[in-house]
């Protein structure tokens, strides 16, 4: 018995690292495009390698989020009888307002540890802090539709049929002739 807890609790180890590199990856991929795109329209010039690395750091931020609102079994009420799209849009503003606390939570832990005081804080978010929260969370709300839809789609049709779709050079389901 205490060996199969063990193997369990190993699989489900195993799933969980393997569910957050995928996310973890695609926010990258995300972000780091969203980067480069401003950094074009800006006309940034020089290396900086500093903004892709801020850019890997929030992709992990993300899929923890993500991994914990799963945890903490942040489901929606009739997934079950909602279209695709409906559960990607539910879900990404339920996530993008979770991700809005943390950005404020994160922007009073830096407040406290610099040693200001909380009406300071609270204007330093007033005044500077917040039209990047909301750019941050319009971005990361966007970034989590298509997340969204494809993790439910994966939940629907079960991850290895996800996984034949996305890479099997043919569908072995259907006998079609391969084309549109």
């Known amino acids: 018995m205490e060996g199969q807890q063990r193997a369990s609790l190993k699989d489900r180890l195993r799933q969980e690292m393997r569910d957050y590199l995928i996310i973890s990856l695609f926010f990258a991929l995300v972000l780091g495009v969203f980067n480069?795109?401003?950094r074009q329209i800006l006309g940034e010039a020089g290396d900086s390698y500093l903004r892709y690395g801020a850019s890997v750091i929030e992709a992990l931020i993300l899929a923890k989020i993500v991994l914990i609102g799963q945890a903490m079994n942040l489901k929606l009420v009739g997934a079950a009888r909602r279209s695709i799209f409906e559960v990607a849009v539910l879900r990404s503003v339920l996530f993008a307002v979770l991700v809005l606390?943390?950005?404020v939570l994160e922007r009073i832990v830096?407040?406290?540890?610099h040693g200001m005081e909380w009406a300071g804080i609270a204007q330093s978010i007033a005044e500077r802090g917040l039209n990047e929260i909301v750019a941050r969370v319009i971005v990361t709300f966007a970034a989590f539709l298509p997340?969204?839809?494809?993790w439910e789609l994966r939940r629907r049709l079960g991850p290895r049929r996800f996984f034949e779709l996305w890479f099997?050079?043919?569908d072995p389901a259907s006998p079609g002739d391969g084309s549109l």
């Open 36 to 38: 480069f795109y401003r």
């Open 101 to 103: 606390l943390v950005a």
């Open 110 to 113: 830096m407040g406290l540890i």
């Open 147 to 150: 997340f969204f839809a494809l």
């Open 168 to 170: 099997s050079r043919t």
